[in-house]
């Protein structure tokens, strides 16, 4: 087994994020082929993301052709869709090379078995927000997406993003939030002992918490202020929260 360790991120916002931010997380990536034995992508890696069949977004290019470099260098990637990129599909698959997961999803990471939820739609609440992922996901909503031109698809998508109002930090509804996914996923870990670690994203606001001895959730971050990410090392051990540019 290798003992390189995991890297985690979520939230980066490529297309609402300034291009320095873009720039970094480039360099970040060019470290993880480096240094990471997997890296694992908890959803909004995009503002927005559609799998068109014929294109794909010019804004995203750099990062996507990245991101088949890490995989070439012989890391594995898997991607969990968020809300903003709920989409990805075969082209990140077949293209690029990353495993594409629909979540929450049960996986063994840095030997450690691990509940990977981005954080949206969990739980019984927010009935109105889960009705709206269940229409956005059905397969005749993607297909009535996908027969808008892709210039007209973006300025909707824009339009409808919400995320340079929480660049300026969390406000009641996003503290409320990132309580519910703490709330969440400690109701996880009580519920079944044989949990070691749960993750999230999505609350925009990074978080470790140490339920038992050797059993954590951890919410990765952002990358709107900070650019957070989470260093998991084989062998057990607490996972490493981190900021980049900073030691792997």
Request: glycine share 10%.
């Amino acid at each position: 087994m290798s003992e390189k360790p995991v890297y985690i991120v979520s939230d980066t916002h490529l297309g609402a994020v300034p291009r320095t931010t873009e720039r970094a997380f480039r360099g970040f990536l060019e470290h993880v082929a480096e240094h990471a034995s997997a890296l694992l992508i908890n959803g909004d890696l995009f503002d927005f993301w559609f799998e068109y069949r014929r294109v794909i977004l010019r804004e995203h290019y750099r990062v996507v052709a990245r991101l088949a470099d890490v995989v070439d260098a012989g890391v594995k990637v898997w991607f969990v869709g968020g809300n903003h990129d709920a989409w990805a599909g075969s082209f990140l698959r077949d293209e690029v090379g990353m495993e594409v997961l629909r979540g929450p999803v049960e996986m063994m990471l840095a030997g450690r078995r691990t509940l990977v939820a981005h954080g949206d739609g969990l739980g019984k609440g927010d009935f109105r927000y889960r009705a709206l992922k269940t229409l956005i996901r059905h397969p005749l909503s993607i297909g009535a997406f996908r027969a808008m031109h892709p210039d007209f698809g973006w300025r909707v998508a824009h339009l409808a993003s919400t995320t340079e109002a929480k660049a300026g930090g969390l406000d009641a509804a996003g503290r409320s939030r990132a309580a519910f996914i703490r709330n969440w996923a400690l109701e996880q870990l009580r519920a079944d002992p044989t949990l070691d670690l749960v993750l999230a994203g999505h609350a925009h606001q990074a978080a470790l918490v140490e339920v038992e001895p050797g059993r954590f959730y951890v919410n990765s971050g952002d990358w709107l202020r900070e650019y957070n990410y989470v260093v998991l090392r084989p062998g057990g051990g607490s996972p490493e929260p981190r900021l980049w540019p900073g030691e792997g």
